[in-house]
């Protein structure tokens, strides 16, 4: 009876450790030929592009600025996150390519037909396989990425110092707001509430505090208020900004102004400036859920391009992982084409075209987008559905 229970126990461990086993042997057996290939793309992508797009430079600033070496490498870990995630894609690309030309020039994969096994059965652990870099694509580029890349951001603007401009801040801060407006007889508002009722301008904003501030109050109908001031903040308790060291002017329906300097100065307004500019203007540090809110704060101000590029670039959020699957497709469905005699190096530098076309229609597109000659969805989408049509039609190929 003991034996038996370990025995039981011996076999449930082993099921649970081993669930590798359960998979079917012809499907264990071409995951095999893909995954080697494939932790060497992502490690050969990520070397690559790791070292052009952040170590040079790191390697300067330690010359030039005198960055601790133990700080330059830890930005260059923080930083690993982002670029895993543009590694991921080219590495299922390449790593199917290789695996299906090997199988292909070496007569399995017509073996495999030759048993009766179709080609969209051969390529499904590659699909597979692609789905899930598709999702772990996304978790990274949804997750770590934003926080990698601020924490990269910090630790090299700590170690620099002031040697070296990297402040944090942000110029140039504009805010609309839009509404209704009070008629000037009735003092009520009017029913339209598409009006411009007030542009809010900042030269600059840090640490929660705009410099050089002025404010154009739209929102009674015949008449105008400039606020200038040195500075402002925002008071949360009372839904206001305090203004310092400024003037009001108000413009009457008859042109004749009052001026009115002041030293502080409460003024009712929302906080939508200090949400639009604590509000990355590089997608690549927020999250899916932070682009959804940039996206209402740029709606409040009316800017209808920051409103197109932030669409796009939240679309782009998907695209970018499910470009994993659009690569394992194309990659898996021209190696297994009969006809395919490819060593390393070609199917090196068949993906490195077939990434350089993809990337430029995706950068292409993306333009247009933000242009505002196609949708948002259109152009973010339009590269990914280019790109599995023409995988089908390989795939299609590769059953002759």
């Known amino acids: 009876m003991k034996l038996s229970n370990q025995s039981l126990i011996k076999k449930t461990i082993y099921k649970i450790i081993t669930p590798w086993y359960s998979i079917p042997l012809i499907d264990r057996w071409l995951l095999g030929q893909i995954i080697p290939p494939m932790i060497f793309a992502i490690s050969a992508f990520t070397v690559i592009s790791l070292s052009v797009g952040v170590m040079f430079d790191l390697i300067r600033k330690i010359v030039e600025f005198g ?28 790593s199917t390519l290789l695996a299906y030309g090997k199988l292909s020039s070496n007569s399995e994969i017509l073996a495999l037909k030759s048993l009766g096994i179709k080609t969209s059965r051969i390529i499904s652990p590659a699909i597979a396989l692609s789905i899930f870099m598709t999702g772990l694509t996304f978790y990274f580029n949804d997750n770590l990425v934003p926080a990698s890349n601020q924490l990269a ?38 029913k339209l509430n598409n009006y411009l009722t007030h542009i809010f301008y900042a030269a600059w904003f840090k640490n929660k505090k705009m410099y050089d501030v002025t404010v154009l109050d739209l929102s009674r109908m015949g008449s105008r208020q400039i606020l200038k001031a040195d500075n402002a903040i925002f008071d949360k308790v009372n839904t206001s900004w305090i203004f310092s060291n400024g003037s009001l002017v108000s413009i009457d329906s008859n042109g004749q102004a009052a001026v009115v300097e002041f030293e502080k100065y409460e003024y009712p307004f929302d906080e939508g400036p200090l949400q639009l500019a604590e509000t990355p203007k590089d997608a690549a540090k927020m999250t899916l859920k932070q682009a959804l809110e940039a996206e209402k ?104």
Request: include cysteine; aromatic fraction near 14%.
């Open 67 to 94: 960055l601790p070496l133990f700080l330059a490498l830890k930005v260059l870990f923080f930083s690993l996150p982002s670029f895993l995630v543009l590694s991921f894609p080219m590495a299922v690309l390449l």
């Open 153 to 190: 951001e910090n630790a090299l603007r700590g170690g620099i110092g002031k040697s070296f401009s990297t402040e944090e801040g942000k110029e140039n801060i504009m805010f609309s707001r839009y509404g209704s407006r009070i008629e000037k007889d009735t003092n009520s508002p009017t």
């Open 297 to 400: 704060i740029y709606q409040q101000t009316g800017n209808l391009k920051e409103i197109r590029r932030i669409r796009v670039r939240i679309h782009e959020k998907f695209t970018l992982p499910f470009a994993c699957l659009v690569f394992g497709l194309i990659g898996s469905s021209l190696g297994s084409k009969s006809n395919l005699r490819s060593s390393k190096s070609q199917g090196f530098g068949l993906s490195v075209i077939l990434i350089l076309i993809y990337y430029v229609m995706s950068f292409l597109f993306s333009s247009f987008g933000v242009k505002g000659l196609l949708t948002p969805f259109i152009a973010a989408w339009s590269p990914i559905i280019i790109s599995l049509s023409g995988g089908y039609f390989f795939l299609q190929k590769s059953r002759i």
